[in-house]
């Protein structure tokens, strides 16, 4: 079984408004290595609808992009995505897949059929996959920011706290700061 990772860009104040980080080579280039670790992508539809949105186009080479943005929208292009989703049942950009199950059900199988892991990459997503006990690592790109808004992560709370035991952090050199965490026994 594969693990699944959870992985977003939050500022110092919680916020994981895609639009207040810090979107540069560097940070493009982390990403682009951990989503080359795992073997699949699952987001939630709103995720989904946003990448899906701009990256292909990316991909494609009809929106100009720097080579680090250029190299993240090639890989993602060929990486399996699956999303969770109530509302829609048709995601036809390349390798995308709807997770049909109960949520529970869905996500274990496709951990279970992913001996690389699954990259989750949507916030509220996160909190019911958390709220199941189904979420085994963590990665915050820690953006030297304060929002002042939201949304902010795990917005909706959790049933208890969740203890975690740091395997690494990784400073970059804009301030961000990679923190991969892995849920302590």
């Not at 709220?131 to 820690?142: C, E, K, P, S, T």
């Not at 808004?149 to 208890?160: C, D, E, F, K, V």
Request: glycine letters at 8%.
């Amino acid at each position: 079984m594969g693990l699944l990772t959870f992985s977003i860009n939050v500022t110092l104040d919680g916020c994981v408004d895609h639009r207040e980080g810090i979107a540069d080579d560097e940070t493009h280039a982390f990403f682009t290595r951990l989503m080359d670790e795992a073997g699949a992508m699952l987001w939630g539809r709103v995720t989904y609808e946003m990448m899906e949105s701009y990256w292909p186009a990316v991909a494609r080479g009809t929106v100009d992009a720097p080579p680090a943005k250029r190299e993240w929208a090639v890989k993602l292009e060929a990486k399996p995505k699956y999303v969770v989703s109530s509302t829609r049942t048709a995601f036809p950009w390349t390798n995308s897949d709807h997770i049909a199950d109960d949520l529970r059900t869905g996500v274990t199988r496709l951990k279970d059929a992913t001996p690389d892991g699954v990259l989750l990459g949507s916030g509220v997503l996160a909190t019911a996959l958390d709220r199941l006990d189904l979420i085994d690592a963590y990665v915050f790109l820690v953006h030297p920011r304060i929002a002042g808004h939201g949304p902010t992560l795990y917005q909706s709370g959790l049933p208890g706290t969740r203890r975690l035991e740091l395997m690494s952090a990784t400073p970059l050199r804009s301030g961000v700061v990679a923190m991969h965490y892995r849920r302590a026994e």
